[in-house]
């Protein structure tokens, strides 16, 4: 399975949405270097209140940039980084790779997926109703959760628009993503 990297995009402060740059550097085991959630605990504000020593898993978030056209369908206007994901894809289905693939991208980076994005209420402040979009049921019930993929950093690199990516499958069987 392969994509390409279309954006690349990162803040320094808490903010929604990051602003895109020419190429962002991603450090093993930290994240994306000046970026306000990199680190080896976690960053978001919300999980630091319930326990600042949790391993942060959420060093790189990864969204499709389909899904942009698909809420385009439905009257909304999102653009790579508006949604604070740090790497927007193309042609590589996100959300249904396992727990544990790694996505080699361009030269050298090398990230490893490690679960579902829980989007929270932030998305209706950015654009009322957008959340109801991007968060739904499958026919079953199950909460299906559309706003990309988590990941730490298990190699350098610089990774830049038009980058490669590819997915490399874990051994073993393959542990479907749940949200980190």
């Known amino acids: ?3 390409r990297v279309t954006a690349v995009s990162r803040n320094g402060e808490y903010s929604f949405t990051k602003p895109n740059r020419d190429s962002i ?3 093993t085991g930290l994240g994306v270097e000046g970026d306000v959630h990199a680190g080896v605990t976690v960053k978001h504000r919300f999980r630091i209140a319930q ?3 949790q391993p942060n898993l959420r060093q790189v978030h990864l969204i499709h940039e389909e899904l ?3 809420v385009g369908e439905e009257g909304f206007k999102v653009a790579p980084g508006e949604l604070g994901e740090n790497i927007t894809t193309r042609g590589i289905d996100l959300l249904g790779l396992p727990t ?3 996505l080699r991208i361009g030269d050298s980076a090398v990230l490893e997926v490690t679960g579902l994005r829980n989007p929270c209420l932030q998305i209706d402040t950015f654009q009322n109703g957008l959340l109801k979009q991007v968060v739904g049921r499958d026919e079953a019930g199950n909460v299906v959760r559309k706003t990309g993929v988590m990941s730490v950093v298990r190699q350098d690199g610089v990774v830049r628009p038009g980058d490669p990516i590819e997915a490399e499958l874990p051994s073993g069987p393959h542990r479907p993503l749940a949200p980190v």
Request: glycine fraction near 14%.
């Open 25 to 27: 550097r991603l450090l």
């Open 68 to 70: 942009f056209a698909e």
């Open 100 to 102: 544990g693939t790694l």
């Open 1 to 3: 399975m392969s994509g």
């Open 51 to 53: 326990d600042p020593t």
